[in-house]
């Protein structure tokens, strides 16, 4: 079976058993509470960590979080909590 076709597969079992996206295709989960806290799921690994700006690596994409007095305020496997003054979150393919 080719790839288009095994991705059609799984995307219509996705669909049918109404399964959530983000845990079979392991898509970011980017959760901002106003402009002080971002909460990231499903990410892979960190690409840049400083005070104004925090890039990480996710299956799909990179995720920039910019701003201020930026701080990861804990992470685990999969999951990532930033607080600080948060000015922008771009999702860069």
């Not at 219509?12 to 392991?26: H, Q, R, W």
């Amino acid at each position: 079976m080719g790839k288009q076709k095994l991705k059609k597969v799984k995307s219509n079992l996705v669909e049918s058993l109404e399964l959530p996206k983000d845990i079979m295709y392991g898509s970011v989960i980017v959760t901002a509470t106003g402009k002080s806290e971002v909460l990231i799921e499903n990410y892979k690994g960190i690409l840049e960590y400083t005070n104004e700006k925090i890039r990480l690596q996710t299956k799909g994409c990179q995720v920039e979080v910019s701003g201020k007095c930026l701080l990861v305020e804990y992470y685990t496997n999969d999951e990532m909590k930033i607080t600080g003054s948060i000015h922008q979150i771009v999702y860069d393919p």
